[in-house]
């Protein structure tokens, strides 16, 4: 298990914003295009234009910016999930052992079993955020794949409108959830 330092974070960080930037900027260059959406309360990528150039953007678009990102997050979830579950089982083990003496090796015990359950919890959130990010952004990913690839005169103005509010609201789970 590798430990999160500063520089790592960061470089993720400017990885995460190159990654943002890169799939943002096709539509300057003429590879799809930004319209508003909705009732034109804010702007989008065009999903609803059907030709090739929108067909080809909404594409990678859904595939870089929801699949992947889902997709990287499970296959990180489930290697912590395995992680701390491997933990759990370490921690049940020592709960089995331990003796009410008071020497150096119960505390040391002690200490990695309080470490297991924060492990745990912190597991169990990062869960909790993955579940709000997914259902966050189900809806307005679908709306796109409807709007691009299937009849476009299913979605209106307010069935467009209201997975964007569930898009930007994933905004907010991350502090009301920790």
Known sequence: VRSVTHRRSMIIIIIVWCYAIFWSIPPFFGVGSYVLEGYGLGCTFDFMTKDLNHYLHVSFLFASSFVVPVTIIIVCFTRIAITVRAHRHELNKMRTKLTEDKDKK???????????????????????????????????????????????????????????????CSAIWNPIIY
């Open 106 to 168: 119960h505390k040391s015990s002690i200490r990695r079993a309080n470490k297991a359950k924060t492990e745990f919890q912190i597991a169990k959130v990062g869960f909790q955020v993955t579940i709000f990010y997914v259902l966050s952004w189900m809806p307005y990913s679908i709306v796109a794949v409807i709007g691009q690839y299937f009849d476009s005169d299913l979605l209106t103005p307010l069935g467009t409108v209201v997975p964007v509010i569930f898009a930007k």
